[in-house]
């Protein structure tokens, strides 16, 4: 069974569109959430933590569903350079223990 | 502005030899990590290390892996006896500095075994 699960996209969306990525978790011992990105062969960097209070930085906004095991992240006003894939992350045990979705696939055309 | 370093970039090896990945965390961090990613596929979390000893590691991390940090700068990953599926990107990662809860990721070192 996965633990973090994501829609793999590709996500085709025009500059200055909102797109939303949903990701769900089967662990209920996470404690911690975060949203990572990670461009075609790179490493991957964070983008922002997730809190249950929810979350803005920018034109993204990240929102966690503890009851329903549900990650989400908003992106407002689309750039080219978002294009990227977007990891759902999960911590257990104060960031020892891991886990990454596979990722969602965002390409943001002109 | 300080990051994870890791060497070599790609490293190319025959299946059944032994290959040590090198890894420089950030200087201030506590917590060390090791990841792979297989082309196509998911990052999958290997090690966590603290205090000179591993904190957690997954199914993955069976006898075939050991990590190790020699000095009090590098964290290296030992893979012995390599087989064909442990060809992957592989990535460091560090934590613990002002920002606790962000791991900052090495550019990766690419392993290909033959």
């Known amino acids: 069974r996965k633990e973090v699960e994501q829609d793999p996209g590709p996500f085709n969306v025009p500059e200055g569109a909102t797109v939303a990525f949903n990701c769900t978790y089967s662990?209920?011992?996470?404690?911690?959430f975060f949203w990572y990105r990670q461009d075609c062969r790179k490493e991957p960097k964070l983008l922002m933590s997730?809190?249950?209070s929810g979350n803005e930085d920018g034109r993204f906004t990240a929102q966690l569903n503890r009851a329903s095991q549900y990650i989400s992240l908003l992106i407002r006003d689309s750039k080219l350079s978002d294009s990227a894939t977007y990891l759902c992350?999960?911590?257990?045990?104060?960031?020892?223990?891991?886990?990454f979705g596979i990722g969602t696939k965002l390409q943001v055309i002109p | 502005e300080p990051e994870v370093t890791q060497t070599p970039s790609h490293q190319v090896t025959q299946m059944g030899q032994e290959v040590i990945l090198r890894c420089v965390p950030i200087?201030?961090?506590?917590?060390f990590y090791w990841y792979r990613q297989i082309l196509g596929q998911k990052v999958e979390f290997l090690v966590s290390?603290?205090?000179?000893?591993?904190?957690?590691k997954s199914e993955i991390f069976d006898d075939q892996f050991s990590v190790e940090r020699p000095d009090g700068s590098n964290f290296t990953l030992k893979i012995r006896s390599t087989k064909l599926e442990d060809s992957a990107m592989y990535f460091c990662?560090?934590?613990?500095?002002?920002?606790?809860?962000?791991?900052?990721f090495g550019p990766g070192t690419r392993l290909t075994v033959l």
């Open positions: 990662a560090s934590s613990g500095g002002a920002e606790a809860n962000e791991q900052f």
């Open positions: 662990n209920s011992a996470s404690q911690s």
């Open positions: 997730v809190y249950s």
């Open positions: 992350v999960t911590c257990e045990g104060g960031y020892q223990k891991v886990t």
């Open positions: 200087s201030n961090h506590l917590y």
């Open positions: 290390f603290y205090n000179n000893e591993i904190s957690e």
